[in-house]
């Protein structure tokens, strides 16, 4: 009798023990999914913010120029401007691309934006070969970049500098993006609404929580004013180029 209940109790404690590990990993599988879904939700979601942004720039800039007689300049325009959108569109929803893809990306935003601007934009670009074989979050410097133009150079008559600086250091990728503007508010750099009324960058803000969705306390974004002027977004995450596009981080 001892026996069998012993076999019966060493029989429950382990149906109860194979029970609690297959809650365990499905609670675990489904945290999982909520995380992809939450990363794949905040791209889709950048994506559609981002385009009226500079897609409304652009036309009032080819209106512009056809007002001023340039048709050619503004047929030129408006075919970088279906390739830029064409290349976004086409894209497919991946949580990863090489970076190299992600610069091409934001060379022909700043082509439509150097036609709207003109002189007033200078732009810069610094990047290490191997570096830009690096995956990094899909539209990671897309937003970046245009929120430098939106802010800090559109809106002054004498236009500005932007540079993007892309380097390798150690086991660590970093990304800055740098202008010689008015710099952030304060209320930026705390994370809180603009004080002009605007909500806090949706770009900067949606970047910042794929991070740490995708590499938790491994990667960072940081906001800084520049001592000369101007304001810094610099980007630090594990550098790997040996996983698959659209593969999560180990």
């Known amino acids: 009798y001892w026996a069998l209940l012993g076999v019966a109790w060493g029989l429950d404690s ?29 791209l889709s979601n950048l994506r ?7 897609l409304f720039n652009a036309l009032h800039s080819v209106g512009g120029l056809i007002d ?28 990863l691309a090489p970076l190299g893809q992600e610069l091409e990306l934001a060379e022909r935003y700043l082509e439509i934006e150097g036609a709207r601007l003109g002189e007033r ?22 937003p970046l970049v245009e929120n430098a133009v939106r802010y800090a150079i559109a809106p002054r008559p004498a236009g500005g500098v932007l540079e ?3 380097r390798r250091e150690g086991d660590a990728l970093v990304i800055e993006v740098r202008d010689d503007g008015p ?4 209320e930026v750099l705390a994370g809180e609404p603009r004080g002009d009324g605007e909500r806090r960058s949706i770009g900067l803000a949606n970047t910042r929580s ?12 940081e906001l800084t004013n520049r001592v000369e002027g101007g304001a810094r977004v610099r980007v630090r995450l594990p550098y790997d ?6 593969g999560p981080p180990a």
Do not use: I, K, M, W
């Not at 559609?48 to 500079?54: G, K, M, R, T, V």
């Open 14 to 42: 382990f149906l109860r023990q194979r029970n609690e590990e297959r809650e365990r990993a499905a609670l675990a599988l489904r945290a999982s999914r909520l995380e992809r879904d939450l990363v794949e939700a905040n």
């Open 183 to 186: 710099g952030f508010p304060p």
């Open 48 to 54: 559609e913010q981002l385009h009226p942004h500079f």
């Open 241 to 246: 180029d040996t996983r698959t596009p659209g």
């Open 121 to 142: 934009l200078s732009v810069t670009f610094r990047e290490e070969v191997d570096a830009s074989r690096a995956l990094v979050p899909s539209f990671l410097l897309l």
């Open 164 to 166: 993007v600086d892309v």
């Open 210 to 221: 794929r991070l740490a969705a995708l590499y938790g306390d491994a990667a960072a974004l």
């Open 68 to 95: 001023e007689g340039r048709g050619e300049l503004a047929a030129s325009l408006l075919a970088e401007l279906g390739e830029l959108l064409r290349a976004l569109l086409d894209r497919e929803p991946e949580q």
